[in-house]
């Protein structure tokens, strides 16, 4: 590219990290508004029960309570992500311990908090189905009995029992193919439910007008989303509901969906007052969603030089008392199992479950973590097999501009290629001058190949030209913390060649907000900014326009110059207009006091890569149509393991990423030394534990995430493959950060110890059963 | 709520046994934890902030040490005057949690718990370390094996307080060592060992190995410290491990428990007797 840029590529330090580090930025429990009452939920003591009736009496009592609601109050509106199945609170029934059967608003936090344990519910206890084998077994109840009349999408779903979502997908003849390979590997993995951790708990400020429109503030990972779910949750129509984004202490996908804005929301309606319900952390960990669950069965097999020949994966979700995202996972684990490789033919499915266990949602990944840690495993038991080097296989099959992705979309751009040959050298380089392990510990080396998407649905994005020559930027990027905001004005910045200082950026707010599906799927910087970008071409367009008809001359001339000007262009030697430049600002006030109109430019698009071929690859209930702008990454660990206590450390970590282009390159290595910590935690540490459906470790007391002692130095690697049609050829790097370390830590572990566990998190108790399995 | 700050432990005391709800707070690194998850309510706190002297560590001219029952975490960890056997409570206390914890916890509120985890049992049990305890009736002075007596329960009784807590001399030669076993930097251990070990020549005649997080309360096991003096490494472990009596909980089952105490106590021993316990 000969294109000179200025802001993309640069480290421009995060625009809201000021209001951050300095404690000044506003989390929704630090708001309040005049007369806010203060919410609080009861929760089900029960994983699966009928309820028989309610008793608030001695609730109401409580001096200062406002208003009690309890699922009696409401009528059947459903909602849900993909399949409506959930109800504001609880109805006729509990799914799983913790879920909210009633809530009150009251005065005080502490009045609030006395009524909802006053609450009386009697139950009829059910027997409770927490696992993939128990939702498996016919024998016990069924957790919906009403899934049939359910509202969805899809139409070729065939499900039954507590079974929710089964989705499949083949590619050439497998059966045939198992015999064309000299080796042929096959493994169970079990992954388990990893709790998003964002710093702040779930929480939700709702204001209330005399027309009965609510205004919701609190996290999010997208305001039209959250405003969709709530008017479904109460019945109410778009107009009716306002969302808006405040600053956000972090999302993962936690916040994809809803929390508690829909019973904060019902609590505003009720009482006419503003309303807000903070969460602690223990019922943030009980009541909102986790990781799926996963047993994942894979086989792989391929010919004596490595190629790969066949693959098969057959992926169980468990996905909770609730579909939320379940669906999305089920279809996308499946569509991410063959990963950036070669592999002609395949056969896959992915069933999902429901629990009586929290939902099972979103989460940074999305299915992708637990099919990865399968096949990446098992590229390296094929290696072995084959006595060749698990890098060297991957080199061999990795997948290049122009292959097929799974589904039969061409991918454009891709450079794994070039990611497996960075880390390979960097590893190679540190090999050498790592310090040698201490006594009693033994050293391995472990790396990882995987792919994830950074484009789907629909982004809009509206970029206005203010009278002073500077920028007023709307989009529905939701900054989580990933810094999308910054990246976002730095692909506005460049298309106008205005310094970033110009750009001023809106909160998103449903009401003034064009549209934005969500901060998902590592599709803010491709998918918004192409939006961007494209609105604020718009606005360049205009703004030549005005200073062609200022100069007199055509606009096919001019060009705008770095600093909100507007200059000839270089091949121009027509002499008058030579040195002669408009200002953003002059162009501006003409439009605005002038000829034309203020200055707007906006555009909206949904993803337009290929539709998969669902015949061509017999996809079956996969509920993407499309998806795209892969990006690619390797990882590597270089692990020490203690041969007395089985505890494993990390003592060196590499990273490479395929972001197509790095639009800001300190941003990208934050995503990925961030994803590392994270999976680090999801492959030795992290794990929510259920006791007989009651979660016994809520808290930062039991539930352990790496700390600054275990996360070790990750030497991040950006490569950019230019993606055709992301802005200036940049794509995502937010999930697969995380994707491929729980593979590349548990093959450091194998090449360490000779073996490693099959399931995660991969404690010292697993680990030393490799070791000593007396 | 109230908030007392007595200017002497006896006064303290006397808070604590008017008002059976009153509790004590030292650093407030557990107790302020505990009320915010609504464990314990209490009707008022009494602070031993004010009371002079009960934050010092100091040597006395027979070699012991006495640490006062306010003193930090990190005050213990950086004090530089420990001598053989002593060493191992200076160096548990460095691995108590993290630097904020450290500049929070006491001494005194952390033997209070009588957590059979936390580092300081463990530890004080191989130090043979005395506790000064006051209460509404006057002082007493119990060793440490005495003190744990039961998961979560110590032989405090109602309006109790300890005053301070002393380590012997001990062999002016021993080495300690301290492993401690736990999921992440700075969290309660799942298990851990403390050893000290002194020899006269290369011969190992002095020992003292104590286990924590393997069963109610840390413990030693004299015999077992006694054959290893006199030879039997294996039997001393077997010995250990047989009193052992893990439970299972988040950080770990009874089983890891059960599998890795043995481990970890011959590579503590061996360390130990590089270090010069002796052979
Ligand atoms: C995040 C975290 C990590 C931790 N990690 C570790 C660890 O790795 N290892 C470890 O050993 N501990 C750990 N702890 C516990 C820590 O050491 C606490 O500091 C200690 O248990 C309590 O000390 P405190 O002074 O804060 O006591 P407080 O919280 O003030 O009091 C605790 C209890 O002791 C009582 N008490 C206090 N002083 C006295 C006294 N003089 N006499 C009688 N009763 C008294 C109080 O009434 C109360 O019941 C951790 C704690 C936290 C919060």
Known sequence: MTEVLDTIGQRVTRLEGKDKASGRAQYTDDMTLPGMLYGAITGSPHAHARILSYDISAALEVPGVKAIITGDDYDWFRSGGHVKDETLLAKGKVRYIGEPVAAVAARTQKAAEEAARLIQVEYEELEAVLSIDDAMNPDLPIIHEEFSTYQMKVTDLEVSGNECWATSAEEGDIDAAWAECDAVVEETFETQAQHHLYLEPASALVDVDANGKVTIWGPNQGVHFIQTRVADYLGLPLTKVRAISPTVGGGFGGRAGPHVQPITAALALKTGKPVKITLSRAMDFETCRSRHPSRVRMKIGAKKDGTFVAQEAELLFDGGSFMDETPAVASFGLMMARGPYRIPNFRGSARAFYTNKLRAGSFRGFGNPQTTIARECLIDRLAQALDLSPMAVRQKNAMVAGDKWLGGQEVPACGFAQCLEEVKKAADLDKAQLPPPAPGKKRGFGFSGFAHISSFLASGASVQLREDGTITMNTGGIEIGQGASTILAQICAEALKLPIEDINITEPDTDTTPYNYKSVGSRTTYTTGRAVKAAAEDVADQIIEHAAAMLDCDPAQLTLISGGQVGVKADVTDSPLVNRTITFKEASLRAHYGVGGPIIGTHTFVFDGPPFDREGSKMKAVVFGNMGAYIYGVQGAAVDVDEVTGQVEVVKAWAAADVGRAINPTNIEGQIQGGFAQGMGYALFEEMVWDNGRLVNPTLMEYKVPGVKEVPKVQTIIVEDPEPGGPFGAKGVGEPAMVGVAPAIANAIDDAIGDRPNSLPMTPEKVLDVLDPS | ?279
């Not at chain 2, 110590?154 to 002393?166: K, P």
């Open chain 2, 1 to 279: 709520m109230k908030i007392h700050k007595p200017a002497t432990l006896q006064e303290a005391a006397g808070l604590l046994a008017a008002d059976d709800s009153a509790q004590c707070i030292a650093g407030g690194a557990t107790l302020v934890a505990m009320m915010n998850s609504g464990v314990v309510e209490p009707s008022a706190l009494i602070s031993l902030a004010n009371i002079s002297g009960l934050n010092e560590v100091t040597k006395a001219s027979d070699g012991s040490v006495i640490i006062g029952a306010a003193t930090k975490h990190k005050t213990v960890a950086a004090f530089d005057s420990f001598s053989g056997a002593q060493n191992i409570v200076g160096i548990a206390a460095g691995k108590i949690a993290h630097p904020p914890i450290r500049n929070m916890g006491t001494i005194g509120g952390s033997v209070a718990v009588g957590d059979p985890a936390a580092d300081y049992p463990t530890a004080l049990l191989a130090a043979e370390a005395t506790f000064e305890i006051v209460g509404p009736a006057g002082s007493r002075s119990i060793p440490a094996d005495e003190f744990f007596d039961g998961f979560l329960s110590t032989a405090l009784a109602e309006a109790e307080l300890v005053q301070s807590i002393q380590l012997p001399a001990g062999p002016e030669n021993a080495v300690a060592v301290y492993d401690k076993i736990a999921k992440i930097d700075g969290d309660i251990a799942i298990m851990s060992v403390a050893v000290v070990m002194a020899s006269s020549g290369d011969r190992c005649d002095y020992l003292r190995v104590a286990v924590g997080g393997c069963g109610p309360t840390p413990y030693r096991v004299a015999e077992a410290e006694v054959k290893f003096i006199n030879g039997d490494l294996d039997v001393a472990i077997e010995l250990l491990v047989a009193a052992s009596d893990p439970m299972s909980d988040v950080r770990g089952s009874a089983d890891y428990r059960r599998k890795v105490l043995p481990r970890v106590l011959r590579r503590a021993l061996i360390t130990a007797q590089q270090m010069g316990g002796g052979e």
